[in-house]
């Protein structure tokens, strides 16, 4: 339970981290709230040689409304999301999933852009980013870039993210009218989703005219159901729809679920986040 020695690296900027990365090829490790990183270098999972602090940044916390959509920035850590009222009024269900993420001291310390760039599959946020057609802002050595989440995450802890680059900015779109809904399915309150289903919907005449679906823990990534997305679209209702929840999922059975558990929880859970969408 002990990490392997390594460097510590204070970053006093975003581009003093970029440079500081830079110095240490492939073998440093940018350190955020440590939530993720810290578990894993003490069962020595990962064993960087150096870590760079980014955790005092100061401006790289915030929540900004940028007219059409709404600026997080990454060293925000999910307590000041959850309790945002701007992003309560136009975007809540970020607001509302930041506070579904394990447990106050977890809420306290683990940051937005960590969630993200951590990439695992069983993380909240990265699922509602998907749902929600979010942007990553990412800067390197040759300046900043924009990645969209559909094509952030990889595989399981792999990412867009180049090893001297950092994530600056997570931009969500305003809901506007949508209905929204986060369903976490887990065992007890603070613990990891054994399925996830964020579901953001465009009302026709108080049906779904469409929908966008997302999951956690179903993939190696998080990914959007493109079956349900489909059903609903060619005008199933959404207790039908959410029948194809399983279709183009790989889940892992693992001691909190089988894969085939997880299929039909997905199910589940899809019809309940459709229709508490609906209802709001
Ligand atoms: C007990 C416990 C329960 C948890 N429960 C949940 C849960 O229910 N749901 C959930 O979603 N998560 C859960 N988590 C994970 C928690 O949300 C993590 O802290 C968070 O996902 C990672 O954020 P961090 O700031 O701690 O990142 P760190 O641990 O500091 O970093 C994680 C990884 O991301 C990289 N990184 C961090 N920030 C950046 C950046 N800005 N740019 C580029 N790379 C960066 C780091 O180099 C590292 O590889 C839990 C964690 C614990 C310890």
Redesign the pocket.
Known sequence: MIPAQFDYELATSADHAIELLGGYGDEA????????????MKLRF?T?TA??D??RLED?KYVRDAGDHMAIG??T??EDVHFNEDLIRECPIVAHTAG????P???H????????????P?????TVMLALDATFV?RGPGGEREVAASDFFKGT?ETD?AVD????ELRVPKLGGAGWSYQ?F?HRA????TVGVAAVVQRSNGDVGSAAIAF?SMNDTPMRSHAVEQALASGEDPASASQHAGEGTNPVSDPLGTAEYRRAMAVVFTRRALEEALSR
């Open positions: 490790k940018l350190l955020a709230g440590g939530h993720s990183l810290l578990p894993l990962a960087p870590l760079v980014i955790g790289l990454a060293l850590v999910y579904d993420v394990g447990d001291q977890v809420r310390r683990g940051t937005m852009g960590g969630s993200i760039a951590h990439g695992d069983a993380s909240d946020i990265p990412v802890f993210l680059e950092i994530l600056t976490k887990h603070q613990d990891w989703a956690t």
